[in-house]
């Protein structure tokens, strides 16, 4: 429903008249239950006080140290209750927070030292709650009250100046309540019957400032700029996306990931670290599944960093032996739920004797998952016959694995069979999609030396064939099953070196798991006074800091300690830099990249030790 702009002021109006009277309310209800109940409290406080004065009850706790309480002076604290006005109880306490006199003679003689408001009143202050009665002091007042006010007020030596006891009164808050309440009801009544009165006031102005003609011409106007704002902004993003269609624009998008991804890692690598400790630390916990969830998440997002870069050719897969029937199966079931509910029928037809991979596993299921995706929504717009076949085969001629998706949906029209691994192409409605689904996924492919392309399907549909090579490299499968194989020598004196404090402290609880002895400091100008003071067997330095940067202490360390630059591990989110990576393969420095696995910190220790005796044997 639309209003036109007199009806939108108008309703605009009354809104912020009602804002205005509302807060008016509260701030004077406010302000009038404070200023009553404080005068209330003040004028009881004041009437115990000249009831005691009166009474002489100064003089009888001041000398109650000495001498007991005659039949006299309990006579004149029983009379105290007669000046003072709804009160229900009286309890007259001496500095030891006992019981001296009250009307109930049960609570005369008993000790509560945990009385928190009787503490402040010993020391001097007026102390005024209203209670529940739910305290052990309150015992004998339950049965007849469900709630009373407590003002204790101190009594002070008019000869000494100090405090010698305390008079508490317990009076009832039901008239005090009842008037306040009334009082609230008045000032709500004002203050709504004159905003509505101001409002009627306002209302022929409204109409008079917003008449028919004003808002015509106003529509009028703000149309024609709406539609000259569209017009330009249409085919500003016109030459945008065709501008982005050429390679430099990929290769400035890596550029811009590679300096985002910098920025993500310490606390992504923060996030995955801790959470792969507090995983070991709780065992079967319960909350190893929550835990597992937060893991899952952080390792997606470092995924996606990673899987950007990966389409500008600036982030190498991390290789490993992995199984392509089980990375279609678990892609298949994070997507299970949706594709229930839409009536898709997934039919497996996997061959039971394929070769391992030596891929990424973590990027090959975001090829896999991004492609049953669009799969799914291209099934969407078919009203039966859902169908998503996935095929997997082993081709001995060509040692390829071969991974097929085919759906029956409505298939790829011809015309735009060759642009749909363009970057940010797409055919789907604007901010259903970004055009970037299939060119990071061939990205992918191609950077596990494999190819993905669309095949003709016969009867409609579409297919998609991931090809990758079978098997890994020898040197490489041998490399990885002895970085299994490797135990931690413990006992190594480590450095750990970050601007970033939580990252330099996840560096030092992960190799402390094996037993090392790590110190962490965050800059590099401290990391250089402790080379420099004592010997370390590895020192973990992050590579930008502020002050001496890490290749700045790895030259000023090798300069005035030679030697100590071979024991050098370089932990940084910024590989991609051109810098660092000169830097790298000058020194030949041991490197990894933020984020970081646990244990892959922890096996760097023995690695590095085995790597530098080698270097010493062939020396």
Not at 72 to 99: C, F, H, I, S, Y
Not at 537 to 562: C, N, W
Request: glycine share 6%; aromatic share 6%.
């Amino acid at each position: 429903m639309k209003f036109a702009s007199g009806a939108k002021f108008a309703v605009l109006s009354f809104l912020c008249v009602m804002a205005l009277a509302f807060s008016m309310g509260f701030a004077l209800s406010s302000l009038l239950t404070r200023a009553v109940e404080g005068w209330e409290w003040e004028n009881t406080a004041a009437l115990a006080r000249r009831e005691a004065e009166l009474r002489g009850i100064d003089t009888l706790l001041a000398a109650h140290g000495e001498t007991p309480i005659d039949e006299r002076g309990r006579q004149e604290l029983a009379r105290l209750m007669q000046g003072l006005p709804e009160v229900v109880r009286v309890k007259v306490w001496d500095r030891n927070a006992t019981v001296l006199w009250s009307d109930e003679p049960r609570l005369i003689g008993q000790r509560f030292p945990d009385n928190d408001e009787l503490k402040e009143a010993l020391a001097g202050e007026v102390s005024v709650e209203i209670k529940t009665l739910e305290g052990r002091e309150h015992a004998y007042e339950r049965a007849g009250y469900t709630t009373l006010a407590e003002v204790y007020v101190p009594i002070v030596s008019r000869t000494t100046g100090q405090v010698v006891g305390v008079v508490e009164v317990y009076k009832s808050p039901l008239r005090l309540l009842a008037a306040i309440q009334r009082a609230r009801l008045v000032i709500w009544t004002i203050s709504l019957a004159g905003a509505l009165i101001l409002y009627v006031v306002l209302f022929p102005l409204v109409r008079q400032v917003y008449g028919r003609q004003v808002r015509e011409e106003a529509l009028q106007a703000h149309a024609a700029e709406l539609e000259a704002q569209v017009t330009a902004r249409t085919r500003e993003l016109e030459a945008q996306r065709e501008a982005l269609f050429q390679a430099e624009k990929v290769a400035a998008m890596g550029q811009l990931l590679a300096g985002v991804s910098h920025e993500l890692n310490n606390p992504l690598s923060t996030i995955v670290g801790y959470t792969q400790l507090l995983l070991r630390r709780v065992g079967a916990d319960p909350m190893a599944e929550q835990l597992a969830k937060i893991a899952s998440s952080a390792e997606r997002c470092t995924r996606i960093v990673t899987n950007f870069l990966a389409l500008a050719r600036q982030y190498p897969p991390e290789r490993q032996l992995t199984q392509l029937n089980q990375l279609v199966d678990d892609a298949v079931e994070l997507l299970s739920y949706s594709l229930r509910i839409d009536g898709v029928d997934v039919v497996r037809r996997f061959a039971p004797d394929l070769p391992l991979l030596w891929a990424d596993p973590h990027q090959l299921q975001q090829v896999i998952v991004n492609l049953l995706t669009n799969a799914h929504q291209a099934l969407r717009s078919v009203p039966t016959r859902r169908r998503l076949t996935l095929t997997t085969r082993y081709e001995r001629a060509s040692d390829r694995i071969l991974l097929e998706i085919a759906d029956s949906g409505p298939g790829v029209p011809a015309d735009i069979r060759t642009r749909i691994f363009d970057p940010f192409f797409t055919t789907k409605a604007p901010g259903q999609g970004t055009g970037l689904g299939l060119s990071l996924c061939r990205g992918i492919v191609d950077a596990h030396e494999g190819f993905l392309r669309l095949e003709a399907t016969p009867g409609g549909g579409a297919t998609f064939v991931v090809e990758l090579p079978a098997g890994a490299p020898a040197e490489a499968a041998e490399a990885q099953r002895a970085v299994t194989t490797i135990v931690p020598e413990p006992g190594k004196a480590i450095l750990v070196v970050d601007d970033e404090p939580f990252v330099a402290d996840l560096l030092a609880e992960a190799l402390m798991l094996d037993g090392h002895r790590v110190e962490a400091v965050n800059s590099g100008a401290a990391a250089l006074s402790r080379i420099l003071a004592r010997d370390y067997d590895l020192v973990f330095s992050d590579m930008k800091m502020p002050g001496m940067s890490g290749t700045d202490l790895y030259d000023e360390a090798a300069r005035r300690r030679p030697g100590i630059e071979r024991r050098f591990v370089f932990v940084t989110g910024d590989t991609m830099n051109p810098t660092t990576r000169q830097f790298l393969e000058r020194t030949g420095a041991t490197s990894v990249t933020k984020p970081f696995d646990i244990d892959g910190i922890r096996r760097l220790v023995p690695q590095h030790t085995a790597a530098r005796a080698a270097v010493a044997l062939r020396s």
